[in-house]
């Protein structure tokens, strides 16, 4: 999501653009480190994709 917002800013806006990088990694290895612990505490994570019109 970040990384949209990133694009969409001009190259003038390096400290926002490098602010808002490091919020998504940020995100990014918090929700990392929920599955990991949920992995250890034997939580099973899927992800289904519906296939067809219905």
Not at 17 to 44: D, I, Q
């Amino acid at each position: 999501m970040t990384g949209l917002l990133i694009f969409s800013l001009d190259e003038s806006r390096h400290a926002l653009r490098m602010h808002l990088n490091m919020l998504g990694a940020t995100v990014k290895l918090v929700l990392v480190g929920v599955m990991l612990w949920g992995v250890f505490h034997e939580r099973a994570y899927e992800m289904r994709f519906p296939v067809g019109g219905h």
